[in-house]
């Protein structure tokens, strides 16, 4: 069976530099653009809309195709446009049959779709065939590529990591 | 002329007399203004020529007639690292001459996707008003109820009131209080984090009732060879991380800690190195702009005392050196909470904290009594009392608050009595730290050959004094590297031809002592410099590209010139890239010339101290020889005695019929 890899993000590193998205849309359309990024960060950029006494946060997230293993989006496509890479995993569409009925980003409970008007079509994750252009591009190893049955590791190992420190004493924040 | 990929196509021109707003195709705009793109590139290069063309003679800044550019650049929004900058220019209200500063964050490339390479805002509303930019349609709204907020709440109601379909959609460049009450170094604050620092451009925005410029934009950046440019960007970076000689310390320790602690510099900062044990970091990695990889913000939130949970997305360098240098903070947490207080009242660190410094001075002096200083004992070191002139500052409250809000050399020329004498600024504006002639001659040259006026970011080069052998060697323990093992690669890996690498640090090329503290190459060094910093700033992108601490070992021409390349499809040289900083500083020069009469005579020190022997650093028991420096400045620029371009030298950057216009030397 093939070992299904997936996009891991692990939020701590993320500089919130959209390097992923500028990469995303260069490589997929031949033009830069954060609105056409296959990908995309969510920014909470509290320091930016706070008083001084106000506790605001700075949060990076990420929303993009999960490639998941029941996808809704298949489900509602009309004309089975919508198919899973035999070599990747990954959920991908196929031109010859979508009529770009937007059924799929109905029914995709994360966003993870888009519509490119000047293109017009609908356009999501594709893993770029294997090879996330995404990840490679990532300066701080925020994103990676893992097997699907691996994606916790990340998080749990940092986790991992803080609790050591906190036990020998070398930091007391508990903050996680 | 057909419009080269890697520019968003279109000009914006924006009337707040009548509310008007004019869209001009870009190449249609570049004919109108005689810009051709390869000469001037965008940014700084458009800018300089805009205000150029605009402007025969001198103005009152904070008048309608002046007006607000900000330009991209090719670079801007597109997949090349670093890509979120833009400049942003106008006619200085300190100075009366030229003023432009960088800023990034997102609005730049945001304004880039809305389809404009550049945005001129002229006139003046009768009454409050914001513009909102939203993609092709342009909006004015009324501002009255956001006249006297201050950035963070300024930021939040913008993007409220526009309902923003997700957070960090719609972009705004605000005024605050600081802008509003003309405080003459104010600038503008990007979505409450980057800020073009040094342009005063917050109070132009206050003079015009403009509080705010907000932008949406959902298009894209075309390109000439976009999977060229996904291929050279990352081998520009992994080479840029793997390379350059701190990157490590700068992204563990943010732009200001590694300057402040590890390297030689001479500020007394020690304490400042345990900085992760002071302050709570709700982010543990730094936060940058658009394609960064050394980014430079620090997330920090202050842990302990009277400020204790304010948090700020700072930590810059600037704001340390003004705590320690002028205003004698010492505090980590007041640190902070003073980058916090000057970014939320929309002030400028340096000119700021160079006032205060100057009436501490005056004070203790006699030269300013109780009575102009509206009672308050004026003394360094207290961040108490420091944040409440500042807050009268920004609000132009009483004698004091009033006085200092002019900037220091107006407030000198005020109060009189021999105080214009030790007044820190060249040409009107205020330099970063009071004393230059520790960091003579290039860093500090930088002050007097500007066209911004004293100011330290268009002569960015610390070779002389990043680590000087001399003092303590810190960053064996931080870097693994000794100074001398790091001068040596750095002199390896600086992007620069042979034979001016051998001009500068002779044969085989050395950096010792004697290097150091002699003269030999730099001056050719400060106008190759200033060159550089002219090419960033008109491609745009950001100066920590340059290297994270300057010393030109980052991004070099060469790399520009293959990553731009592949953005426009232009086969640009090193010597022509280095031409259009070359050609872009002429002109600043000569704008300033032609509004202003500025030549040798006013590149000088205001502040008599200067001139006597230093009492540390490089020139310690000696006088800095400012006007030799000069002159041997000029001649590699080969300008006049005078300090001015010469004809030929104008025709030799292609700029021939603007040597027609004025009066100068052959």
């Known amino acids: 069976m093939v070992d299904e890899k997936v996009l891991v993000f692990e939020p701590h590193d993320c500089t919130g530099c959209m390097r992923c998205m500028t990469t995303c849309s260069t490589y997929h359309n031949g033009a830069t653009s954060l609105s056409k990024s296959r990908i995309h960060i969510i920014r909470h950029e509290g320091h930016a809309v706070s008083k001084m006494d106000e506790r605001e946060e700075l949060i990076f997230d990420i929303i993009t195709c999960q490639h998941c293993d029941e996808p809704f989006c298949q489900k509602v496509c009309p004309t089975l446009a919508i198919e899973r890479n035999g070599d990747t995993g990954a959920i991908i569409v196929n031109r010859d049959k979508c009529v770009a009925c937007r059924m799929c980003m109905v029914a995709c409970p994360f966003g993870a779709i888009l519509y490119d008007q000047d293109r017009r079509q609908v356009t999501r994750c594709d893993l770029c065939d294997g090879d996330p252009q995404c990840v490679k591009f990532c300066p701080t190893g925020a994103l990676q590529f893992l097997p699907k049955r691996l994606a916790h590791l990340p998080k749990r190992d940092r986790l991992a990591r803080k609790m050591t420190q906190i036990r020998a004493g070398s930091i007391l924040q508990t903050r996680i | ?666």
């Open chain 2, 1 to 666: 002329m057909a419009i080269p990929d890697g520019y968003a196509g279109k000009a914006l021109v924006i009337n707040l007399d009548n509310r008007e707003a004019r869209f001009l195709p870009i190449d249609r705009f570049w004919a109108d203004y005689g810009i051709d793109p390869r000469l001037w590139i965008g940014g700084d290069g458009f800018i300089t020529k805009i205000l150029w063309e605009d402007f025969q003679t001198a103005i009152d800044p904070l008048g309608p007639e002046n007006e607000i550019i900000i330009a991209t650049g090719p670079w801007t929004a597109t997949a090349a690292p670093q890509a979120g900058r833009a400049m942003l220019g106008c006619i200085s209200p300190e100075t009366g001459g030229f003023s432009s500063g960088s800023f990034g964050w997102f609005f730049p490339s945001t304004l880039k996707y809305a389809g404009f390479d550049i945005l001129i805002i002229r006139g003046k509303c009768e009454k409050p008003v914001y513009v909102f930019i939203d993609d092709h349609e342009v909006l004015f709204k009324d501002a009255a109820h956001l006249w006297g907020k201050e950035t963070g709440e300024t930021v939040k109601l913008i993007r409220e009131e526009l309902e923003e379909r997700y957070e960090g959609e719609v972009r705004v460049l605000s005024t605050s209080v600081a802008g509003e009450n003309l405080v003459k170094y104010a600038p503008p604050c990007a979505d409450g984090t980057s800020c073009p620092g040094r342009t005063g451009a917050g109070a132009v925005m206050g003079s015009k009732n403009l509080k705010a410029i907000a932008v949406r934009g959902t298009g894209e950046v075309s390109l000439y060879d976009p999977r060229g440019l996904l291929d050279s960007s990352d081998r520009a970076v992994r080479t840029f991380l793997e390379r350059e000689p701190l990157i490590k310390l700068w992204k563990e320790q943010g732009a200001s800690t590694s300057l402040g602690t590890a390297s030689n510099w001479p500020l007394s900062g020690a304490n400042l190195a345990k900085n992760r044990d002071e302050a709570d970091f709700p982010h543990f990695m730094n936060v940058g702009c658009l394609n960064c990889h050394s980014p430079c913000y620090h997330w920090l939130q202050i842990r302990g005392g009277k400020y204790a949970g304010v948090r700020q997305l700072g930590g810059h360098m600037t704001f340390l050196t003004v705590c320690l240098r002028n205003l004698g903070i010492q505090d980590f947490g007041e640190w902070i909470y003073f980058e916090r207080l000057i970014q939320e009242l929309g002030l400028a660190p340096a000119a700021f904290s160079i006032a205060y410094s100057w009436a501490v001075d005056c004070f203790e002096r006699g030269l300013l009594t109780k009575d102009e200083t509206d009672g308050l004992t004026l003394k360094l070191g207290d961040a108490e009392l420091i944040f409440e002139v500042a807050r009268k500052v920004a609000y132009r409250e009483g004698n004091l608050g009033n006085l200092l809000a002019d900037g220091v050399a107006e407030a000198s020329r005020k109060i009189g009595k021999g105080s214009e004498n030790i007044a820190p600024h060249v040409k009107g504006k205020a330099y970063l730290q009071r004393d230059p002639r520790i960091q003579a001659l290039m860093w500090a040259l930088g002050f007097l050959t500007s066209p911004r006026g004293g100011d330290w970011l268009r002569l960015h080069n610390v070779w002389e004094l990043a680590f000087l052998p001399e003092k303590r060697d810190t960053y064996r323990k931080l870097t693994g590297k000794s100074c001398a093992q790091i001068y040596e690669d750095a002199l390896g890996l600086l992007d620069m031809p042979d034979d001016l690498k051998k001009k500068i640090f002779g044969d085989p090329l050395k950096v010792d002592v004697e290097w150091i503290k002699g003269t030999r190459g730099k001056a050719t060094f400060s106008v190759w410099t200033e060159n550089f910093v002219g090419v960033f700033n008109s491609l745009v992108t950001c100066m920590f590209g340059a290297a994270t601490q300057f010393l030109m070992v980052g991004f070099g021409p060469t790399t520009y010139c293959e990553i731009l390349a592949k953005i426009t499809g232009w086969d640009m040289t090193y010597n022509e890239l280095m031409d259009v900083g070359e050609r872009v500083f002429n002109l600043q020069r000569l704008f300033n010339y032609r509004i202003k009469g500025w030549d040798y005579r006013n590149d000088t020190w205001a502040d008599q101290r200067v001139n006597e022997p230093a009492q540390m650093g490089i020139y310690r028991g000696k006088k800095v020889p400012w006007n030799d420096a000069l002159q041997e400045y000029y001649s590699v620029r080969s300008w006049s005695k005078e300090g001015l371009p010469t004809k030929a030298k104008l025709i030799d950057l292609k700029l021939g019929d603007i040597a027609e216009k004025v009066d100068l030397p052959e």
